[in-house]
């Protein structure tokens, strides 16, 4: 069964303090994991996709890294605008374009 | 540009009458989906449209649950004799089938079953 685990549940940071996120994954085939960031109260914004090992992106402080077992979200100098929850999400070669998400990590940065 | 907007944005309705959500999606996309977000769980995959029709309904619970898209735009998700159990917050996004298959979702209608 395609599984997607998320960790920690919930991170607690100072300001300027970095740390990472990490989503690790057991799928049939991987068509791609997504990560989204959700504010309370809002729907998923899409941050980055990527599909194959050792592929990495960034964005702002933001980074995001693939291997085959599993992707990390690294935050640098976070700010307290960068808290919310954290979502991974993968789509699989079985399963037309439906994701498969993580229960996410909450973030909370504090000044 | 407009991103995906769904209606009504707060539900509360009684046990066991219909309710019907309503997702516009980007212009343009012809992928639409919906999942479903309950307190303590993930996002739960419900139905996936492409055009008008759904290649992919493995997520819908029960039969109680339907969805519709028509025109190749607009979807409706209804659900019948509503049960306390479906109390969730209710997410409809949409893609471009063939870029990177990125989905951007709305900010979902959340449904409280009394």
């Known amino acids: 069964e395609d599984q997607v685990t998320q960790s920690p549940e919930a991170l607690r940071l100072q300001e300027g303090e970095s740390s990472s996120l990490n989503c690790s994954y057991t799928?049939?085939?991987?068509?791609?994991l997504f990560w989204y960031r959700q504010d309370p109260g809002k729907g998923p914004e899409f941050l980055f996709t990527?599909?194959?090992a050792g592929e990495e992106k960034e964005k702002e402080r933001l980074k995001a890294t693939l291997t085959k077992k599993e992707s990390f979200l690294h935050i640098t100098a976070p700010k307290p605008e960068d808290s919310a929850t954290y979502l991974c999400?993968?789509?699989?070669?079985?399963?037309?374009?439906?994701?498969?998400f993580g229960a996410g990590t909450r973030l909370a940065v504090h000044p | 540009g407009a991103g995906v907007s769904q209606s009504p944005s707060n539900k509360v309705t009684e046990k066991g009458k219909d309710v019907e959500l309503r997702c516009d999606p980007i212009?343009?996309?012809?992928?639409l989906y919906w999942y479903r977000q309950s307190l303590g769980q993930g996002l739960e995959f419900l139905i996936y449209?492409?055009?008008?029709?759904?290649?992919?309904k493995s997520g819908l619970p029960s039969d109680r649950f339907s969805a519709e898209r028509t025109g190749g735009s607009v979807s409706t998700l209804t659900i019948q004799r509503t049960q306390q159990e479906d109390s969730a917050v209710y997410l409809c996004a949409s893609s471009l089938a063939l870029r990177g298959h990125e989905q951007y979702f709305g900010p979902g209608t959340r449904l409280t079953v009394t």
């Open positions: 212009s343009g996309h012809t992928a």
């Open positions: 990527l599909y194959s």
């Open positions: 799928v049939s085939g991987l068509r791609g």
């Open positions: 999400a993968v789509r699989t070669s079985g399963g037309y374009n439906k994701l498969i």
């Open positions: 449209f492409q055009g008008n029709s759904a290649p992919d």
